[in-house]
């Protein structure tokens, strides 16, 4: 099989890094192809970022179509476009905060989610209970290092403190990392916050796997059935579904 996995900003360093992490886990005769978005944002960090890295996203999600993919991972933190993309997608389509939250709950009586702004823990919050998981989600923290910042070396040792804390001051069971760019980290956290630490990137990699191997497919009717033709205009001409 052939899992996608598209990273919603333009940052090709990030792209690498959950590609790496995916390919980590899957299984063997898995495929994992990395995708950075060629039209957007260089990092999310705010609801505008979001916006404007879903037309990119889009097209990746287009193009993963025409070349036979069979599932994909949006691997952002706050699931930028994923309803869209279900639309598109013949395939699953995970976004790495559902399938890193729905795995923390597995583990413990409740998570605390670290992330990078705080000005992202709201969208982060509305995610927790669109999936059900705000009764899993004791806390929601950031550890206030912007998103292309993560991959210097001093960044994972404040990370570290900033879940230690979360535990602490929520009693929870388990930390999900609130950026794919963490993804990388996920082992090093474990070792030194005593929890178990869960990154999304390989938590929807292996959700993509399971659905797929079981012979399933995004639902073809109702609300994530292909969107109707219609014309797009201006720079978004390129989008028009016939
Ligand atoms: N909360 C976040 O920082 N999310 C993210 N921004 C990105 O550019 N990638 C992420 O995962």
Do not use: W
């Amino acid at each position: 099989m052939r899992i996608r996995v598209i990273n919603p900003n333009a940052s090709a360093s990030m792209t690498a890094i959950a590609e790496e992490c995916a390919r980590a886990v899957a299984a063997p005769g898995t495929i994992i192809e990395g995708a950075t978005n060629t039209m957007g944002p260089l990092s999310i960090e705010s609801h505008y970022d979001e916006a404007l890295s879903v037309p990119g996203l889009l097209a990746e999600i287009a193009r993963g179509e025409a070349e036979g993919v069979d599932g994909y991972v949006i691997a952002c933190f706050g699931d930028p476009g994923l309803d869209a993309a279900r639309e598109l997608a013949r395939g699953p389509v995970i976004g790495i905060a559902e399938a890193a939250m729905q795995a923390a709950s597995h583990l413990g009586r409740g998570f605390s989610v670290v992330t990078t702004l705080s000005r992202t823990i709201g969208r982060a919050a509305e995610l927790a209970e669109r999936y059900g998981m705000d009764r899993f989600c004791f806390g929601l923290h950031a550890c206030e290092i912007p998103v292309l910042e993560l991959e210097d070396p001093k960044a994972r040792t404040v990370i570290a403190d900033a879940c230690r804390e979360a535990v602490h001051a929520d009693n929870s069971d388990a930390i999900v990392l609130g950026c794919a760019g963490m993804a990388d980290l996920c082992e090093y956290l474990t070792r030194e916050v005593g929890v178990p630490v869960i990154d999304g990137v390989t938590a929807a990699t292996l959700t993509v796997q399971s659905l797929v191997t079981m012979g399933l497919r995004k639902s073809g009717r109702g609300e994530y059935a292909r969107p109707l033709p219609k014309q797009y205009t201006g720079i978004l001409s390129g989008f028009t579904l016939d």
